[in-house]
């Protein structure tokens, strides 16, 4: 299984963001996906999860209202697209597949290199 991201870069607060994560060597309309995050000195933590179908979301209460993510069953893509940036939402974000409740989801495989977002002030 790879795990590509891409999209990220530097971004003024209150821009605009669309990371892409295309899957390899799996079935992707198998699985559940998320979307993860890690700041410089701090645990990796979820950002957003989606069904396998796409019909079931969740978002942490940080990103809520202001990130969206989706997926492309036919291109093996994931996305998350960010809005009304802040500083805080600075990290390199990766996404992975998922099992368990969409609210608690545990990663299942391997992640990929991650993409960079920062956010200046």
């Known amino acids: 299984v790879q795990l590509v991201e891409s999209g990220g870069g530097l971004v003024q607060a209150g821009g605009s963001l669309r990371l892409s994560c295309q899957a390899t060597g799996l079935t992707f309309s198998n699985y559940a996906m998320g979307w993860f995050r890690q700041a410089p000195g701090k645990e990796r933590e979820f950002v957003a999860s989606i069904s396998w179908s796409g019909d079931s979301t969740y978002y942490a209460d940080s990103v809520k209202g202001r990130f969206t993510i989706s997926r492309d069953n036919a291109k093996n893509t994931v996305y998350l697209q960010m809005s009304s940036l802040k500083p805080e939402d600075t990290a390199v974000y990766s996404c992975?597949?998922?099992?368990?409740?969409?609210?608690?989801?545990?990663?299942?495989?391997?992640w990929g290199q991650g993409t960079q977002v920062t956010v200046s002030s």
């Open positions: 992975t597949t998922v099992q368990g409740p969409l609210q608690y989801p545990s990663p299942l495989h391997s």
